[in-house]
């Protein structure tokens, strides 16, 4: 019998904001309900966590990553292109990942996206 695959992400959102209003600055839990909320299409309050983890961890290649795929998400085309300038300029390499990732499908054509990853030489752009 074929897994049915979970779609209501309730009980884990509740879990983490849980968690969030008993310790404000848990990143980890943040970043995890951040994804939660996006997965549950709630856009707007996961790239309110992912702009508080930017201004928290200004270091994070992961939290400038997470936040352009937010902002691309809400069409924020250019603002998601510096966040993942960003992202890269901190090291962050998974460039696989980048091109197939489903949150940034509305910058595949989008001009300065395409500038972004030839500027960067991110192998494999020549196909995104």
Same mark, same amino acid.
């Given at each position: 019998?074929? +897994?049915?695959?979970?779609?209501?992400?309730?009980?884990?959102?509740?879990?983490?904001?849980?968690?969030?209003?008993?310790?404000?600055?848990?990143? =980890? =839990?943040?970043?995890?309900?951040?994804?939660?909320?996006?997965?549950?299409? +709630?856009?707007?309050?996961?790239?309110?966590?992912?702009?508080?983890?930017?201004?928290?961890?200004?270091?994070?290649?992961?939290?400038?990553?997470?936040?352009?795929?937010?902002?691309?998400?809400?069409?924020?085309?250019?603002?998601?292109?510096?966040?993942?300038?960003?992202?890269? /300029?901190?090291?962050?390499?998974?460039?696989?990942?980048?091109?197939?990732?489903?949150?940034?499908?509305?910058?595949?054509?989008?001009?300065?996206? /395409?500038?972004?990853?030839?500027?960067?030489?991110?192998?494999?752009?020549?196909?995104?």
């Amino acid at each position: 019998m074929a +897994r049915k695959v979970k779609t209501d992400l309730s009980f884990e959102i509740g879990f983490c904001e849980g968690i969030l209003r008993r310790n404000i600055d848990d990143s =980890t =839990t943040m970043e995890l309900l951040a994804g939660f909320y996006t997965k549950a299409g +709630r856009i707007d309050d996961g790239l309110a966590l992912d702009q508080k983890l930017v201004a928290m961890n200004p270091d994070s290649a992961t939290a400038y990553y997470n936040l352009a795929c937010s902002l691309a998400l809400k069409d924020r085309k250019k603002e998601a292109v510096d966040a993942i300038r960003s992202a890269i /300029e901190k090291g962050y390499d998974d460039f696989s990942w980048m091109l197939k990732d489903p949150d940034l499908k509305s910058l595949r054509e989008f001009r300065s996206f /395409e500038a972004l990853l030839n500027e960067f030489e991110v192998p494999g752009s020549e196909t995104a």
